[in-house]
């Protein structure tokens, strides 16, 4: 069975302070991807990254694929109020095809 | 473009009722999925059909069935309810499945669902 696992489960720190989000596994992942979940929404798609060691930057969000494709980090530079959310990994290429979700990592940024 | 709509938003059940939840994209997506989120449990998936006039079990599908219209539509539904199915459930699509493709799902906004 293929599982994600993702740390910390929860995080809370002040507006301004540096963070980062941990996605790993023992399994290849084909692609791997990052959504962020407010409260009352459903999910929405933060990047997608396939190639291993793979880095991409949205703003003040850097993510990297692990260069064996097991593994992946969200790092959140310079933390705002509006990055409040649940953040989830999500692994494509499935036994089924489908994606593998991880639990999520509640973040909680003070003003 | 409303992307993936749900209804209803909210229901309230007794234990042993039925009831069907329903799912529309708009966005000419082949594939859509069922998920159930629970907390500390992250999203699990219940039904997904790849492709129009197909569907597949998840990973707990028991309690549960599903029917895939049309195109754009996917409906769940619960035949005899239970308190272990209070749960939000999303509906999600997707251009193609995930058979070892980018797979980006669109989410709907999620139907809160309590069985007592």
């Given amino acids: ?111 | 473009n409303a992307g993936v709509t749900q209804t209803p938003k909210f229901q309230v059940l007794k234990t042993g009722q039925s009831m069907t939840l329903q799912c529309a994209q708009d966005m000419n997506h082949n594939s859509m999925y069922w998920y159930r989120q629970d907390p500390g449990m992250g999203l699990r998936l219940i039904y997904y059909s790849a492709s129009e006039g197909t569907t597949d079990k998840g990973e707990v599908p028991n309690g549960y069935n599903v029917s895939r219209l049309n195109k754009r539509e996917f409906s769940l539904r619960l035949e005899s309810a239970a308190p272990s199915q209070t749960s939000v459930y999303f509906c999600a699509s997707s251009e193609d499945p995930g058979w070892g493709s980018y797979n980006e799902q669109f989410f709907g906004p999620g139907t809160r669902l309590t069985v007592l």
């Fill in chain 1, 1 to 111: 069975t293929q599982l994600l696992e993702q740390s910390p489960q929860f995080l809370s720190i002040q507006e301004g302070e540096n963070l980062t989000v941990y996605c790993n596994s023992s399994s290849v992942f084909s692609s791997l991807q990052w959504y962020r979940q407010e409260p009352g929404e459903g999910p929405v798609l933060l990047v997608t990254v396939v190639t291993g060691g793979e880095v991409k930057k949205l703003k003040r969000l850097t993510f990297q694929f692990g260069d064996a494709r097991k593994d992946s980090s969200l790092h959140i530079t310079a933390a705002q109020p509006g990055d409040t959310g649940l953040y989830l990994c999500a692994g494509g290429g499935g036994s089924q095809g489908n994606l593998i979700f991880g639990k999520g990592t509640k973040l909680s940024v003070k003003p």
